[in-house]
Each structure stands twice: as structure tokens, then as C-alpha cells.
């Protein structure tokens, strides 16, 4: 007998009581049968981050299941491509591989799978802008441009609960709540800046990096690839550049370079998730490690040593000898034949021992040369002092005065405010990494401001976009990388996607805290700012 006497009979049915009332209350949560934890997929509707133009709640939800394929339109390698990324993406966490099949344009859609696909004639979502309109039925993802679809995907994936991006096979379900979003954005250029000068990142960690960028919808990733303390790519004409001049880091730590090869590889990863490279070659100032390769690019033609610290502005090129231009011509011809993207950084920071006058004849023979390369300059704010091309991008840091001096040339500029969106600032006096320079910058700070009205006399449409730069002289390990961007970074991307009408920092912090299991989920060492209620 299961139940003898009258208090072991109550006992039971004290227990199943219990039983049932859990039991119903998870069943209660709609489409999730099992799990507790799992969020509505109606929230992640109000947690999307960028924040996109318009979310037109459905309804019902779309469930992934093993049967749901992802159609793409037309066949081509780049929607084939996003598809793949798509469905390997989804993978790990739901064990689920949808079949990546092509359609014609005229084919009926069966219902249950996931269409991808470009719509030529909506011209108004622009280079990047997407549709996606999900129902009980299915998913339709268009756009004019891949770039578009990819972003799309990005948003699709943050509709799924946090668990999609577990490396393991999580139960789910995995339901996709009813919506039509529009989106597009607001700027053009949202980057991030990784020195690699200061302490060397190799290519596996700088692959990681992109993808955390894509998900957020960055798209330009501008490699400060030369400083006093390394050299990190090889060049053929050159070679003592990365060998001697790459040899070592800050504080003596282990040094490194990529070859063409690997900085090609790099190149294409990012391509593949709609990022453009931007290379940075600084020059006259920070050069350093190519003084010290090479005796002849100095003054004195004395090559210095390598050097380990972290002070800025002693070192410049010697800018009145002609090899010294004709090494930034090779340099500058073999890093822009590496490159497909149009621009080339040329630096011009802080070249504090030369005169204005040599100062700015030099960054016009430079902008010349990068110019007969096939490649546009960016520059960082000191250029606004030369003679600018029309094509020539400044990047603002620090001073207003360039900043202004930039947009009155007709110059278009990239907003990197030292104190806004520099990653090396420390969050708080307590952070361990960092500098405090241009302040500390808790993620409120870095977050709450606008562009358009950083800089009187540098208006909305003289502006390319936002970058955040990780200087890397206190950052000596990728899990330090990590907790010195995320989460700041996150909070550029959406200055620099979304509109800012309609969000506020209230509005964003409580996004940002439903990222914190996904940021876990993706193993990203991140900041837990105790201004954030994370989920
Ligand atoms: C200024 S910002 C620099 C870098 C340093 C950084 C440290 C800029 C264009 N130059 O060389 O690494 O400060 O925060």
C-alpha cells in the first residue's frame, strides 16, 4: 500500500498539492513549458539593443523547430553566407542546424522557416536599414543590402532567449515573438578602436572581438597597428619593422605581429560580419618601434632602443629626409594592397616635438601618398591643422577647437571623446585597469550624451559617426580587453545606430541589465557596474 496511515496519506497530498501548483504556474508562461528562467519572448521585444527605429508588437510567437529551414533570395554566396552564420549561430544552444536552401523570388513560401531576402526596390532602409516581420507562420527578414540582412540577424538572435548563446544544448523552446521591426542607422561609422601597439592581441582573440562588435551592430574596426612600443604587421620591403620593431610590448611583455596572411584572415572575418578594417600606420609621432628598426627614418640616423613605457609624444620620423617617404610609401602601398576597405588611419597624434609648419607639410604629403594608394585618410584631430583633401575623415578626441576647425574645412568627422568613450578611462577610482586622464567613465557617462550636440559648430550632418578606442597600455590580457569595453561599448553602438528619440538612460540601463546573461552566455569577461540592476 503507497499510503498506510492517515498522516503519511496527508503527507501526499500536501505534495502533489505543491506539485500541481508549480506545475501550473509554469505552465502559466506562454510557450514556455519548462523552464522558469526563460524569459517572455515578449520582453525581448522592449530589450533590444541598438534600440531600433520601430517595434510593432504581433501576435502569437514563431517556433523554431527541427523542420524550419532558412530560405534566401536570390542564390548568392553573401545571403548563402548569412544564412550559414545564421544557422551555425544557432546550433550549439538548440541543437537545431536549419538547411540553408535558395528560392526564387516567385516561389510561394512554405510556411514554418525563416526567409532572408533582398528587396531591392525598398530603397529607404538604405546600406544597412532591414524588415523583420515575424508571425506565428514565419520569418521574413528583407533589405536592400547584405549588411542589412546580417544586422537583421543580429536583432533575430537577441529575440531568442539568452540560452541561444550558450555553447551547450539548452532545452529551450525557442519561440520568436510576433513583430514588424524597422530599422536603420542613424550613422554611418560606429567603430571600435583596438590598439595592438601597446600590447599585442593575436588573431583568435582579435576574431572574438569582431564578433561581440557584429552583435551589437558595429561595423568599423580600426586597427592601431603601429606605436613607440610595436610594430604588428609585417612588411615585405621593410621586414626589420615587425621583426625588431614588433619584438616586445609594454612593461617588456611578450611583443608579436600578424603576417599579410593573418592580417588578411583577419580582414575577411570581419568582412563576413560586415565590419571594415580600418589599419592605423601613426605617424610622425609614435613611431618608435620603426625608429629603433631602422637608423635612417631617424634625424641623427641613430636608431634609439626599443622602448617599454608609456609616455607619449618624444619620438617623430625624420620628416625633412626623402627616404623617410619613400618608407611611407611602401608601407603604405603594401598595407592598402592588404586592405579592401577605402580607408587607411594615418594617425598624426600627438607629434609634440615638431614645428606646426613641418607638422602639416608632412600630413599633406601624407594624405597625398595614401590618395595615390586608392585609399581615403583618417586622421586623429591634430590634421585638421594641414591642408585637407575633400576626402580626408578627422578624428576628434579632445580638443573642440579641431573638432570645429575639422568641420568649417568640410571635413567629415569621427566623434571619440576622451571622455565619453575612451575605454582605457577607468570606470571608477577602484577599477584596477586603466588611466583616469580625461576622467572616470561609469557607463551612464559614456552613455548619456548626444553627437549632434558634443561639439558647438560640429553639426549632425558633418558627422560620420562614433568610435570607442581601447588604449592599451595598462591592458595586458584579452580578459582585460574585455571588462574595460563591455559594457561601454555597447552603449556606442546604440549612440551610434539608434535615434534618439524614444530612449533615455533610464530606459537603456534597464536593456542593458536583460544583457547580462547574454553577455555571460557569450563568456564576455564584462564590467558589473553597480549602476546597472543586472538580470
Ligand atoms: C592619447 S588619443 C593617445 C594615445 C594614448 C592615450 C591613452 C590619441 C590620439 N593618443 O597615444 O594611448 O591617450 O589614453
Redesign the pocket.
Known amino acids: 500500500m503507497l499510503c498506510q496511515t492517515p498522516f503519511q496519506w496527508r503527507r501526499f497530498v500536501g505534495l502533489l498539492l505543491i506539485m500541481t501548483i508549480i506545475s501550473t504556474s509554469f505552465a502559466s508562461t506562454p510557450g514556455s513549458a519548462a523552464k522558469p528562467d526563460s524569459p517572455n519572448p515578449q520582453a525581448c521585444l522592449a530589450n533590444l539593443i541598438p534600440k531600433p527605429e520601430s517595434v510593432v508588437p504581433g501576435n502569437g510567437a514563431f517556433c523554431l523547430t527541427p523542420e524550419t529551414k532558412i530560405f534566401i533570395c536570390p542564390e548568392n554566396l553573401e545571403l548563402k553566407g548569412i544564412g550559414n552564420f545564421l544557422a551555425e549561430r544557432l546550433y550549439p544552444a538548440t541543437g537545431l542546424k536549419p538547411a540553408v536552401v535558395p528560392i526564387s523570388a516567385s516561389a510561394p513560401i512554405p510556411e514554418g522557416n525563416i526567409y532572408l531576402a533582398m528587396a531591392e526596390e525598398d530603397s529607404t532602409l538604405g546600406e544597412e536599414g532591414y524588415r523583420l516581420k515575424i508571425t506565428a507562420k514565419q520569418v521574413t527578414l528583407n533589405a536592400c543590402r547584405p549588411a542589412g540582412i546580417f544586422h537583421g540577424v543580429q536583432t533575430l538572435r537577441q529575440l531568442l532567449p539568452p540560452t541561444v548563446e550558450l555553447a551547450t544544448l539548452q532545452p529551450g523552446p525557442w519561440n520568436l515573438a510576433a513583430v514588424t521591426i524597422t530599422d536603420r542607422p542613424r550613422f554611418a561609422w560606429r567603430g571600435a578602436m583596438l590598439?595592438l601597439a601597446?600590447h599585442f592581441f593575436d588573431a583568435g582573440e582579435v576574431k572574438r572581438y569582431i564578433d561581440r562588435l557584429a552583435y551589437y551592430k558595429l561595423n568599423r574596426l580600426h586597427l592601431h597597428l603601429t606605436?613607440d612600443q610595436g610594430w604588428r604587421i609585417a612588411i615585405q620591403s621593410w621586414p626589420n619593422l615587425a621583426l625588431h620593431g614588433g619584438s616586445t610590448a609594454v612593461g617588456g611583455d611578450r611583443g608579436g605581429y600578424f603576417t599579410a596572411e593573418a592580417y588578411k584572415d583577419i580582414v575577411s572575418y570581419a568582412q563576413s560580419r560586415y565590419i571594415t578594417v580600418v589599419p592605423e600606420i601613426d605617424m610622425p609621432g609614435?613611431t618608435n618601434a620603426a625608429l629603433a628598426s631602422y637608423p635612417e627614418l631617424n634625424k641623427n640616423g641613430v636608431a634609439p632602443p626599443l622602448y617599454t613605457g608609456i609616455k607619449?609624444g618624444f619620438s617623430t620620423l625624420a620628416f625633412n629626409k626623402e627616404v623617410t617617404y619613400k618608407f611611407l610609401d611602401d608601407v603604405i602601398g603594401e598595407l592598402a594592397a592588404l586592405t579592401p576597405g577605402p580607408y587607411l588611419h594615418i594617425g598624426g597624434?600627438?607629434a609634440l616635438t615638431v614645428s606646426k609648419e613641418d607638422y602639416t607639410r608632412f600630413i599633406e604629403r601624407v594624405q597625398e601618398i595614401t590618395q595615390t594608394h586608392g585609399k581615403q585618410a583618417v586622421g586623429?584631430e591634430e590634421v585638421a591643422a594641414a591642408k585637407l583633401l575633400p576626402t580626408t575623415v578627422v578624428q576628434p578626441?579632445?580638443d573642440e577647437k579641431m573638432a570645429r576647425a575639422a568641420a568649417a574645412k568640410g571635413a567629415k568627422v569621427i566623434l571619440s571623446p576622451?571622455n565619453k568613450l575612451?575605454l582605457?578611462?577607468k570606470y571608477t577610482p577602484k577599477t584596477g585597469l586603466g588611466?583616469n586622464?580625461?576622467g572616470y567613465i561609469e557607463v551612464k557617462e559614456s552613455y548619456d550624451w548626444d553627437p549632434a550636440n558634443l561639439v558647438g559648430g560640429v553639426a549632425e550632418q558633418a558627422i560620420l559617426g562614433v568610435e570607442a578606442?581601447l588604449?592599451t597600455?595598462t591592458i595586458r590580457t584579452y580578459a582585460d580587453v574585455e571588462y574595460m569595453v563591455f559594457p561601454r561599448i555597447i552603449g556606442c553602438a546604440e549612440i551610434g545606430w539608434s535615434s534618439k528619440d524614444g530612449r533615455n538612460w533610464t530606459e537603456y540601463a534597464r536593456r542593458l541589465a536583460s544583457h547580462g546573461p547574454r553577455l555571460t552566455a557569450m563568456e564576455v569577461n564584462f564590467y558589473r557596474s553597480p549602476q546597472i540592476s543586472w538580470e
Open positions: 590598439d601597446r606605436d609614435h607619449v597624434d600627438e586623429w578626441w579632445k576622451a575612451y582605457d578611462m588611466q586622464w580625461s578606442p588604449w597600455e
